[in-house]
């Protein structure tokens, strides 16, 4: 039966099917599968065209071919629609597996970074001095030449001022007072403290501290670690005790032997610096044995005069104060020859010296492991 327009017979609705639901099975993705709709039910598609072809049909073509022609659109529209769902689900089941994480995995351990060892010294001799009943205390890098100098007994003209290489800030033009500078030493922090807590007390103040000095043991920016305990009846053997006490704890070793040499320090009186027995033999440093003397603070009773700056009666409270070099101790204790190497930031050696992060030092856990 062909019609006028010569496009339709029952045959061709029945070729159309087979065509386009075999074109449809085989889209393998969206955009494939759009083709072939537009191709059969665009505007120009070929069941949409012998849709209008049906006006131009006689009646008994149209009752016959109409209803076919309808059915098929329907089944092509569900068919695509069925398709285009499958699709989907291969395309997010593709992804499912691509973006799969197993989450029951156990964390691997990440080297991410290391602790300073100036840092782990800093928690170590914290713990330390912590047991002691030592609390820590605190003060500015830029300081004002009073708590720098003037309150610990260093006047304008004294030739301590010179002999510390102090790095001076800037003043704006026109402004005649004394310049603030970067701290010189962590003492400025007993000022600070006993300005502010009074006495008794015990403090240490662990910090960096600046001098303009380079060289394989000096850098201008140095950490130490100030001790301060103030009492009715503090004496030199209590300084001596604490020390001893604290460098068998931090050395991790029996016994230690430190020598007290008789030295000046214009807030201290009398005072004294202190040297630790150690041995060279070997290229290797050992702490507590050999014939070898290092020096590794300065210490003394605290000057009436310091005291006196603070509005400290020195006729009825006295004490001993001490400033360490922490990085000096930290080269020490771990036999890192170059202090210039502490501050180059170079990755090899950070995890070379560095410490894992977690291992928090203790008295009772192990302060290095
Ligand atoms: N402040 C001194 C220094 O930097 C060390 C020190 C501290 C000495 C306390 C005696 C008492 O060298």
Redesign the pocket.
């Known amino acids: 039966m062909h019609g006028a327009s010569g496009t339709l017979t029952m045959d061709g609705t029945t070729d159309l099917r087979a065509k386009y639901i075999d074109a449809i099975a085989n889209a393998g993705d969206e955009a494939a599968l759009e083709a072939v709709r537009l191709a059969a039910l665009g505007r120009k598609g070929e069941v949409s065209l012998a849709l209008k072809g049906l006006g131009a049909m006689s009646p008994e073509e149209r009752r016959i071919a109409g209803p076919a022609l309808n059915a098929l659109r329907d089944e092509l529209a569900a068919a695509i629609a069925a398709r285009k769902a499958a699709l989907a689900d291969a395309a997010l089941e593709e992804r499912l597996k691509a973006e799969w994480l197993d989450i029951t995995l156990p964390a691997r351990p990440v080297q991410a970074g290391t602790i300073h060892p100036i840092s782990q010294v800093m928690d170590e001799l914290t713990a330390i001095f912590a047991d002691l009943g030592f609390a820590i205390a605190e003060g500015p890098e830029v300081e004002s030449d009073w708590y720098n100098f003037d309150a610990l007994n260093i006047p304008a003209e004294h030739p301590a001022r010179a002999m510390m290489d102090t790095f001076y800030m800037a003043r704006s033009e026109g402004d005649n007072r004394a310049p603030h500078v970067l701290r ?4 400025p922090v007993q000022i600070r403290h006993m300005e502010t807590h009074g006495v008794p007390c015990r403090i240490i103040a662990p910090g960096r501290v600046y001098r303009a000095d380079y060289d394989q043991t000096h850098t201008p920016m140095f950490h ?1 670690v ?1 001790g301060l305990a103030i009492d009715r009846d503090i004496t030199m053997a209590n300084l001596k005790w604490v020390l001893e006490e604290f460098c068998r704890a931090f050395f991790e070793v029996d016994t230690v032997e430190l020598k007290f040499r008789a030295s000046h ?1 214009p ?2 009186e009398p ?1 004294a610096e202190v040297d630790i027995r150690c041995s060279w033999e070997g290229g290797q440093l050992r702490i507590g044995e050999g014939d070898d003397w290092l020096e590794i ?4 009773m605290v000057h009436p005069k310091v005291l006196q700056a603070v509005g400290v009666d020195p006729e009825r409270w006295q004490g001993f ?3 360490m070099g922490i990085d000096r101790i930290a080269m020490l204790k771990y036999g890192i020859p170059d202090l210039r190497a502490f501050f180059e930031s170079d990755l090899r050696w950070l995890r070379h010296y560095g410490f894992a992060a977690l291992d928090l030092p203790t008295l009772a856990g192990g302060l290095s492991r």
């Open positions: 010189t030493h962590t003492s130490q100030e320090f807030f201290t005072s603070l300065g210490s003394g104060a001490f400033g």
